[in-house]
């Protein structure tokens, strides 16, 4: 069984579930959520509205051996699987389970590139708004809501949607660098007083800027990338990106910046996205 700690205070309030190393490589949320829960025990902050869950490790296996993920990627696979094949689906099953208990779900993240951290936005909704708003990091990333590309219910944010549930998932940094760990405690507090599950302490009152994702670049064969790519990076409309084995060329649409490029993904995965 994956593990998981629960805490509650005994008064009505939200149940709040945390996440962390759904991708087992990203290990800053497993930091953080650890933090909180030790900081709860020794009484450091008080819980005083219903009940906190944390999965520090939603991977375990992937965790142990510094991959995103061993057979499946777990955010691709996110749904109940009645005959469950691969080791991420049996882990699907499991997590699936602890998100019907709970009203909100904080999701825990880092990425192989270098950049500042942010939330990627699916829904509009209010509470998910208000959410993402208070979570203190300077960018959102919204998507879903402008492409219906990948309108599959199988990652995470889809399956939570599915089932009503708020679910926020922040991108806190580079794997490696303990900023990363630092962002996603704070994400972590800001939530709990947002939700008034603890209290004296202020959230942030910077408001994070809002970036609309154009389109989201799929790896279909061996490419070359016309030059490195950083997250961030600006390109041009009509801007040569990539180059496919066959010679086929992708091209960016708009202006924008190039988010998440992801130098390790492979065929069949998500490589990049352009914003604006
Ligand atoms: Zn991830």
Redesign the pocket.
């Known amino acids: 069984m994956i593990e998981s700690i629960s805490i509650e205070s005994g008064k009505p309030g939200p149940h709040l579930l945390i996440l962390g190393a759904?991708?087992g490589n990203?290990t800053c949320g497993t930091y953080a959520i650890k933090k909180v829960i030790d900081e709860i025990h020794q009484g450091v902050i008080t819980l005083k509205r219903w009940c906190i869950t944390g999965i520090p490790i939603c991977n375990p296996k992937a965790y142990k051996n510094k991959v995103?993920y061993v057979e499946k990627n777990l955010?691709r696979v996110f749904m109940k699987h009645h005959n469950p094949l691969f080791y991420e689906e049996h882990l699907a099953n499991q997590i699936t389970s602890f998100v019907e208990k709970c009203d909100y779900v904080l999701d825990i993240?880092?990425?192989q590139s270098q950049g500042k951290s942010f939330i990627f936005q699916d829904y509009d909704d209010e509470a998910t708004s208000d959410m993402c708003q208070h979570i203190g990091v300077p960018y959102i990333i919204r998507w879903r809501a402008q492409l219906n590309t990948l309108d599959d219910h199988t990652d995470t944010i889809g399956y939570a949607h599915t089932i009503w549930k708020i679910w926020v998932l922040v991108?806190c940094g580079q794997h490696n660098d303990d900023t990363s760990k630092k962002i996603a405690y704070q994400a972590i507090m800001n939530v709990l007083i947002r939700l008034w599950m603890i209290s004296n302490k202020k959230i942030p009152s910077k408001r994070p800027v809002s970036i609309k994702v154009n389109s989201v670049v799929i790896k279909t064969q061996k490419w070359n990338f016309s030059q490195s790519r950083k997250h961030w990076d600006l390109v041009d409309t009509n801007q040569v990106l990539a180059v496919y084995e066959d010679g086929q060329r992708i091209i960016s649409g708009t202006k924008g910046f190039i988010l998440l490029p992801n130098e390790k993904a492979k065929t069949g995965e998500e490589r990049f996205y352009i914003g604006e």
Do not use: V
Request: proline residues 0%; hydrophobic residues 20%; glycine residues 0%.
């Open positions: 759904i991708h990203e995103r955010n993240h880092s990425m991108e």
